[in-house]
């Protein structure tokens, strides 16, 4: 998902420019948002709603996934850092 949209937005010409430390950043961020899970947003939404059951659920499901993406999200954010190039930037 997010190496594929930076491809996309590269070649619509909606990034910085090549090689500058702020398309370095805006890389990164995207690929790091592609690979994250999801926030604590639909908890708090099913709360207001009045869902308490639902978001009590939907809490739980979040507590394992956060728990299972902690090496996924550590090997992403390692390649992350190298197709941004943000390290290379001085």
């Known amino acids: 998902g997010g190496y594929a949209t930076i491809q996309l937005l590269g070649a619509m010409g909606l990034l910085?420019?090549?090689g500058s430390q702020a398309r370095?950043?805006?890389c990164f961020a995207i690929l790091i948002e592609s690979c994250m899970p999801p926030a604590q947003n639909t908890v708090?939404?099913?709360t207001i709603e009045g869902l308490n059951e639902r978001?009590?659920?939907?809490?739980k499901t979040l507590t394992i996934?956060?728990?299972l993406a902690i090496v996924p999200?550590?090997?992403l954010l390692s390649i992350a850092?190298?197709?941004?190039?943000?390290?290379?930037i001085k």
């Open 81 to 88: 850092l190298q197709k941004s190039n943000i390290l290379a």
């Open 65 to 67: 996934l956060y728990s």
């Open 44 to 46: 708090v939404m099913l």
């Open 24 to 26: 370095a950043v805006v």
């Open 73 to 75: 999200v550590t090997v």
């Open 16 to 18: 910085p420019a090549i």
């Open 55 to 59: 978001a009590g659920r939907m809490a």
